[in-house]
């Protein structure tokens, strides 16, 4: 194989491929990034770990064909380290890859393995319907969810997010079993049904994938191109920003969530959401290491909230809010509540609460007639 591509493409795609070929598998070559010439003109990469798979092309000058696999991350460190401007990449009958600078001396060579040795990567269903839904939307649902994803890969329904498309209405809900978050977005005139189960580490990267296509349409006025879904067999697959981005399912039953929102709650109060934040990121700071906990307890036009540990002391702090009715004491884990406190993004929130056994609900302070979003955190003991 002998090609010359752009770093600047190459480097784009590469980064993204890094970022999911697994270095720790028992597996070595899913450590690999592929190099495969794909027509007369492109090269395509591509990189997985059995669970996620990423896929793209750049502009390539072909002198020969071939395909070679190569470590991802040594591969993307030695193209960094390249001056600006075109690269040869070239392989011999041994699998060994050669780097090299168009206008200066710089070269490195890798050692690689055979691009058939390479796993090959899960195509979608010709006949299945595409989605199209726009990286800002899909990133927001993300962002306002996936912290409450739980991080026990044992409990698969937990480590996901589910991701509902009824239809003119697109929504993700995510729990560990202390929390729960639901976004719902109004997508009008886009009439739609599906239902994903997709774990956390396709979560995080579907969200930097959907960060990247926004950079890109950002630039000038226009806007990043649609994501284009393609729910196929066993797997999910994203098409945006030049690449293709592909996670297997979670086969489970997620937990019947809208059982865990209250329906009412005896208190709403209203408070501003930095003050409120500032403080309780303040009196966190002399929680228990161990549990976080922070005790808030709400009076006539006031919302108290107090930790203690027995290494680092006390803490205290109010804010002033919107309320007008009998004392009440909640213990809660104070980081639960400063990520939905930095998910929303309204001046205000409504807190709902009814009693100490009982689990508060989260809101903006701001009704919008194309998105809801709210959070429900258990309470603790302290």
């Known amino acids: ?93 041994g699998a060994a890859t050669t780097i090299r600078a168009l206008d200066s001396a710089r070269r ?26 726009d990286a800002d939307t899909l990133s927001n649902l993300i962002s306002s969810t996936h912290f409450s994803i739980s991080t026990d890969e044992t409990r698969l329904h937990l480590n996901s997010a589910l991701f509902e498309w009824d239809g ?15 976004m719902e977005v109004e997508v009008p005139g886009k009439q739609a049904t599906a239902t994903m189960l997709i774990p956390l580490k396709g979560v995080l990267e579907l969200k930097r994938l959907c960060d990247e296509a926004r950079g890109e349409g950002g630039k000038g006025d226009e806007a990043a191109s649609p994501i284009k879904m393609i729910q196929s067999g066993p797997n999910a697959f994203f098409q945006l920003a030049g690449l293709s981005f592909s996670v297997k399912l979670v086969d489970a039953q997620f937990p019947p969530y809208q059982q865990v929102i209250p329906e009412t709650s005896e208190r709403a109060i209203r408070a501003p959401r930095l003050a409120l934040a500032d403080a309780l990121k303040a009196v966190s700071i002399a929680a228990s290491d161990r549990t976080g906990g922070v005790k808030l307890t709400l ?3 006031k919302m108290r909230f107090e930790s203690e540990s027995p290494e680092s002391g006390e803490g205290f702090d109010e804010v002033l809010v919107e309320y007008d009715g009998p004392d009440v004491t909640i213990g809660f884990n104070a980081r639960y ?44 003991r302290i």
């Not at 899960?122 to 199209?132: C, G, H, K, R, W």
């Not at 003119?168 to 202390?178: A, W």
């Open 168 to 182: 003119e209405r697109v929504r993700m809900v995510t729990t560990d079993g202390h929390r729960l978050s639901k």
């Open 337 to 380: 509540f400063l990520d939905v406190l930095s998910a929303i993004d309204d001046e205000e929130i409504i807190l709902g609460v009814s009693g100490e056994l009982d689990p508060a609900v989260l809101r903006p302070g701001t009704e919008s007639a194309t998105s809801s979003y709210l959070s429900v955190i258990m309470p603790m």
């Open 299 to 301: 009076g006539s036009g």
């Open 1 to 93: 194989m002998h090609v010359v591509v752009s770093k600047k493409d190459l480097l784009r795609i590469l980064g993204r491929c890094q970022g999911v070929a697994d270095k720790k598998s028992t597996m070595p070559v899913l450590g690999n990034v592929l190099l495969e010439v794909d027509g007369p003109d492109q090269l395509k990469l591509a990189a997985t770990d059995l669970l996620l798979a990423v896929s793209g092309r750049v502009h390539a000058d072909v002198d020969k064909g071939g395909a070679i696999a190569v470590g991802a991350r040594d591969l993307f460190e030695r193209v960094r380290m390249m001056p600006e401007g075109q690269i040869s990449i070239s392989t011999t009958e």
């Open 108 to 133: 490195y060579t890798l050692h690689g393995i055979p691009g058939e040795e390479f796993p090959s990567l899960s195509q979608p269903d010709e006949n299945t319907p595409v989605l199209a839904l």
